[in-house]
């Protein structure tokens, strides 16, 4: 959030922001649906989607990063951060094996 509030006042990326605020608190939300889900399928469909969510606000932090270069280190370490989450989730989507 710290990034998000920093570089609010950018018009240029409000779009990018709002769009990774989204994204990125949609993977913790998806994660605990996850945890109540009611069967096997349910639980992966919702890591899935967890999962998706993650790449996303990779990408959107890599839009973000390229018009204002000054966030460039946040950036990188938040979609690294979101990089880590996809492959954990990509993990456990692998450990369940097939349905």
Not at 8 to 31: C, D, K
Not at 57 to 72: D, F, N, V, Y
Request: charged share 30%; hydrophobic share 40%.
């Amino acid at each position: 959030m710290s990034l998000a509030k920093r570089l609010e006042a950018q018009q240029l990326v409000r779009p990018y922001l709002i769009q990774v605020i989204r994204s990125s608190s949609s993977i913790g939300a998806n994660y605990l649906e996850a945890d109540e889900a009611e069967s096997k399928r349910d639980f992966r469909h919702k890591i899935a989607i967890a999962r998706k969510e993650a790449r996303e606000s990779g990408h959107w932090l890599t839009l973000i990063q390229e018009a204002i270069p000054s966030a460039r280190t946040d950036c990188e370490r938040l979609a690294d951060e979101a990089a880590q989450l996809t492959r954990i989730l990509s993990a456990i989507i692998r450990k369940l094996g097939p349905l």
